[in-house]
Structure formats: C-alpha cells, structure tokens
C-alpha cells in the first residue's frame, strides 16, 4: 500500500485559500488520490479524488504533480466551517476501493 | 451525493451485552461496504469489508467472533459488537462504495458512539 505523508496541522485565516500537502511517493501508476475531511465525532466527508490531471469540483481542487508523488488539496476561500482533519488517502490497488486512512492535517480557520 | 445512513448514532450498553449497528445506503446498492473504527484522538482504523451475499473480510488482528457482519442486501450492512466490554467503547463509522473504477466513491456514515459501561 502506498503510505501518505501529511503536516499533522495547519492554520487559514478565513476568506484565504488553503492549501493541504500531501506526499505520496510510492504511489503506483493506477492508484487514485482520495481526500476526505472528518469534522469533530461525524463521518468522514468525501472531497475530490484525482488520478494525474489536475481536478476542480464545487469544494475543491486538486493539483497533482506530474511525477504523482505529491499532491495539494486547495479550498479557495476557507470558512470556520472548514475546520476539519484533512486525510489524503492513496485507493488500494486491486483491494476493492477500501481505504486506509493515515493521522490527517488537522485545518483550523480563524476568523 | 450518495447518503449512507448509520443507526444508533450513540448508544450505552452494560458490559457483557451484545449491540447491533445498522448501516444503509439509501439512494444506491452497495454491493461493498466497510467497517472502521476510531479511538479519540486518533485516525479511522479498518476493521473488515463487507460483501453482499458473502462473508466478510477481517482486517489482521479483528476478531471475527467479536464483530460479527452481516451483509444480506445491497443496502444494508450490519456489525454486532457481542459480548460487549469497555475496551470496545469506540466511535464505530461505516462506509458505502458507490461506482467502479474510476467514478468509485466511497460514501460514509455518521458514525456511532459505543459506550460500554
């Protein structure tokens, strides 16, 4: 299984992007990018996932670097309720889509 | 998107006793569902997946006997914690999949918060 690498917390000043690392450099040609956010005693949330094109949808976007070992999740305008553990998650190859989550970047937006 | 939908959100039970956590997908068939659990402070950990129509996959060091899975339609996944005792207080959390390949997602319940006293 490919492992991810993530700051263990960061800070955004609301209104500002935030910008999540995430390194991956194991990462195997046909496995996915997965972010998920878990807000306090709830279920994790599904973000974006990507495979090596950049994507955007109406939470998110994705960058991934062209040689896929690292990827950036970017909220464009963080608000309070963005604060969440962040989890970058590389899908299991050929395991059924489980995925196995690593510690996550604990985001807090401040006003 | 997708719900998946996880009941009781928080239940107390005393030591000894068995509980039931029932997980739904509501607007599509899961025909995979997954089983976490996660301590405070800490990160989801995977304890099997769920088949329909078929047993269960544990993860290494999940007892199968403890944390018993049934997965009778494709929208509906249960875990039974028996025998329950306090190391087991846990926030229990499942998980659909919707899609294949690359469209795949994997939806999540609210979770459950198991405490046993």
């Known amino acids: 299984d490919a492992k991810t690498t993530q700051p263990p917390s960061m800070d955004c000043a609301e209104g500002r992007a935030a910008n999540l690392p995430c390194n991956h450099s194991?990462?195997?040609?046909?496995?996915?990018v997965y972010w998920y956010r878990q807000i306090h005693s709830q279920g994790p949330q599904y973000i974006i996932h990507?495979?090596?094109n950049n994507e955007t949808n109406e939470m998110a976007s994705l960058i991934i670097t062209e040689d896929r070992k690292s990827s950036t999740l970017i909220l464009p305008h963080a608000t309070l309720r963005d604060t969440a553990v962040y989890y970058c998650?590389?899908?299991?190859?050929?395991?059924?889509?489980?995925?196995?989550f690593g510690q996550g970047t604990e985001l807090s937006v401040k006003p | 998107g997708a719900v998946v939908s996880q009941h009781p959100s928080r239940v107390i039970c005393k030591s000894g006793t068995s509980v039931k956590i029932e997980c739904r997908s509501l607007?599509?068939?899961?025909?995979?569902m997954f089983w976490y659990r996660q301590f405070p402070k800490q990160s989801l950990m995977l304890m099997a997946t769920?088949?329909?129509?078929?047993?269960?996959?544990?993860e290494q060091g999940v007892e199968k006997d403890k944390f018993l899975i049934n997965h009778a339609s494709l929208t509906l996944s249960t875990l039974t914690v028996t025998s329950a005792h306090p190391e087991d207080s846990s926030f229990y959390i499942c998980?659909?999949?919707?899609?294949?390949?690359?469209?795949?997602?994997?939806?999540f319940g609210s979770g459950t918060q198991l405490s046993v006293l």
């Open positions: 998980s659909a999949r919707e899609g294949t390949g690359a469209g795949e997602k994997l939806f």
């Open positions: 194991t990462i195997s040609g046909n496995e996915y």
């Open positions: 990507g495979l090596k």
């Open positions: 998650i590389v899908r299991v190859k050929n395991q059924g889509g489980k995925l196995i």
């Open positions: 607007d599509f068939q899961a025909t995979t």
């Open positions: 769920s088949n329909e129509g078929s047993k269960a996959t544990y």
